[in-house]
C-alpha cells in the first residue's frame, strides 16, 4: 500500500491520477477487493471495465459501487463466461452505467477495448466492426441523454465521448 501511495502522489504532482484496473486474476479480483484498496490508498482510482466481473457471473449491480471512483472506463461486451463477446451478446446494461455516469458527474475518457489475443476466447470477435457498433451505441445513449436534460450538454466526459478520442500513438486528440 506504500508504494502505492507513493505513486499516487508522484504522479498527482504533474497534475495526473493514477489508476488501477481491478480484474480477476489480480489482487483486486472482486468489487470488494477493489473497494477495500481503494479506501486503503486515498487518491487512487479505477480503470473500470465491467467486463471482467460479467464473465462471472456478477450483475451490473454488484459492480456498480466502483462507478464513483473511476477515472477511465472500458467498454466492450461480455456475458457470464465470455471477458469478450460480441455486442449482439452483451448482457451489460450500458443505458444505465452511461446514465450513472452522467448522473455522478464521471469526467474520465471512455475506450472501446476490443483485443484479439488468444485468451479467454478473446480472438472470436470481428474487433472493427464490434468497436463501431459499440462506438454508435455509446453515442446515441450519450445524445439521448443529452436530448433529456440538456444541461449535460457541456459536460467534459459527454464531450470527450461524443466528439473525441486521444491517439495511442500522439496523445493529441483525434475526432470522430
Known amino acids: ?21 481491478p ?25 473500470l471495465d465491467y ?25 466492450r461486451g461480455a456475458c457470464k463466461g465470455r471477458l469478450q463477446a460480441p455486442f449482439k451478446e452483451n448482457t451489460i446494461d450500458y443505458d444505465r452505467v452511461l446514465t450513472q455516469m452522467a448522473a455522478t458527474g464521471y469526467a474520465g475518457w471512455l475506450g472501446i477495448e476490443y483485443v484479439w489475443i488468444d485468451w479467454e476466447r ?5 474487433n472493427l466492426s464490434e468497436t463501431i457498433l459499440f462506438r454508435d451505441y455509446v453515442r446515441r445513449v450519450l445524445h439521448q441523454l443529452v436530448a433529456l436534460d440538456p444541461a449535460l450538454a457541456g459536460a467534459r466526459s459527454l464531450d470527450l465521448a461524443l466528439a473525441a478520442r486521444r491517439s495511442a500513438d500522439t496523445g493529441e486528440v483525434v475526432r470522430l
Open 1 to 21: 500500500m506504500e508504494e502505492l501511495q507513493w505513486r499516487v502522489e508522484q504522479v498527482r504532482t504533474y497534475g495526473l491520477v493514477l489508476g488501477v484496473e
Open 51 to 75: 467486463t471482467h466481473f460479467t464473465r462471472l457471473g456478477l450483475a451490473d449491480v454488484a459492480i456498480e459501487p466502483l462507478l464513483a471512483h473511476a477515472s477511465h472506463f472500458h467498454v
Open 23 to 47: 480484474h480477476v486474476g489480480s489482487i483486486t479480483s472482486s468489487p470488494e477487493a477493489a473497494l477495500a484498496l481503494i479506501g486503503a490508498v486515498p487518491g487512487l482510482t479505477l480503470t
Open 122 to 126: 478473446c480472438n472470436e470477435c470481428d
